[in-house]
């Protein structure tokens, strides 16, 4: 019997207030084993003490296939030890067999959020409420934690952009390792970094946009404006400006109108509906 406290033995009565509903709240491992099973008995004591090395960040729900025959013949459970991570009221992934426990704990942090991640998702939330020097301490302190954090690192980078300073920018987003769920967006924010460079380079928003609107046949002046825009945030603004350029010389600059639309595409979301409503105005133009 299930005695550590946060092991608990589930059956069929409850596995939908003990395994899914709780999947929701936080990740759970379910180990479908059988007493008179080897290997489960070699596995049981591994997982339990991860579950308390873990502290809470999943619950180790265990059943015992032969008192609940349904529940093995729900999940097609073969082969036992089988242990199923459940999340958001779904299974995610599994391993059967008696695995080590270093490889158990590799698979359950996969899923498991860390104290870093904790700190990452606080300063999200701050975000949201608009606290941003409550968010950046937040950040610094999943950093602390682990120093290679890649949201943490991405946000911190947005900041100092945001703050005009594009090199310490730059310093953030270099940090984020390839393999990184970050990367990506790393990536892009490194190449966003190219309009606030390029708006700064031509007067900053009102200059550039002044000129602009004087100067309307003055595609670089038309590019610098596009490219403030998005700075300001004003994605739809500066993809109408980028397209215009690109309407009049598609090939400006080796085509730089057109690698600048499809990082703003990035940034705003590749399947976004502004996107794709300009992704089909770009098609239109150069072809």
Not at 86 to 102: I, L, Y
Not at 195 to 214: H, K, L, S
Not at 268 to 282: F, H, I, M, N, T
Request: charged share 25%; proline share 3%.
């Amino acid at each position: 019997m299930a005695t550590a406290l946060h092991v608990r033995d589930v059956q069929l009565s409850d596995f939908q207030k003990s395994v899914i509903d709780e999947s929701f709240k936080r990740p759970v491992a379910v180990d479908f084993w059988a007493a008179w099973c080897g290997p489960c008995r070699v596995l049981s004591p591994v997982l339990e003490r991860l579950a308390d090395e873990f502290g809470g960040d999943f619950l180790l729900a265990k059943v015992n296939t032969e008192e609940n025959p349904e529940l093995a013949e729900h999940f097609a459970i073969r082969s036992i030890p089988n242990v199923k991570l459940f999340k958001n009221g779904t299974v995610v992934d599994e391993f059967m067999g008696a695995v080590s426990e270093s490889k158990a704990r590799s698979f359950l942090r996969k899923h498991c959020p860390t104290a870093a991640d904790r700190k990452y998702s606080q300063g999200l939330a701050l975000l949201e409420r608009r606290l941003p020097d409550e968010a950046q301490r937040e950040f610094e302190s999943a950093l602390e934690l682990n120093s290679s954090h890649g949201g943490a690192l991405v946000e911190l980078g947005k900041m100092r952009a945001t703050a005009g300073d594009t090199a310490g920018a730059e310093s953030f987003w270099n940090r984020v390792s390839v393999s990184s769920p970050a990367s990506g967006q790393a990536q892009q924010l490194k190449q966003s970094l190219e309009f606030q460079i390029v708006c700064t380079r031509n007067g900053g928003p009102d200059a550039a946009a002044a000129r602009a609107a004087a100067e309307p046949a003055n595609l670089e002046a038309r590019y610098a404006h596009a490219c403030c825009l998005v700075v300001a945030g004003d994605f739809r603004g500066a993809l109408e400006e980028f397209l215009s350029v690109l309407s009049r010389d598609k090939n400006f600059q080796d085509q730089t109108a057109r690698k600048a639309m499809l990082t703003v595409f990035a940034l705003v979301g590749e399947r976004s509906d502004l996107a794709e409503e300009y992704r089909k105005r770009l098609a239109q133009v150069l072809f």
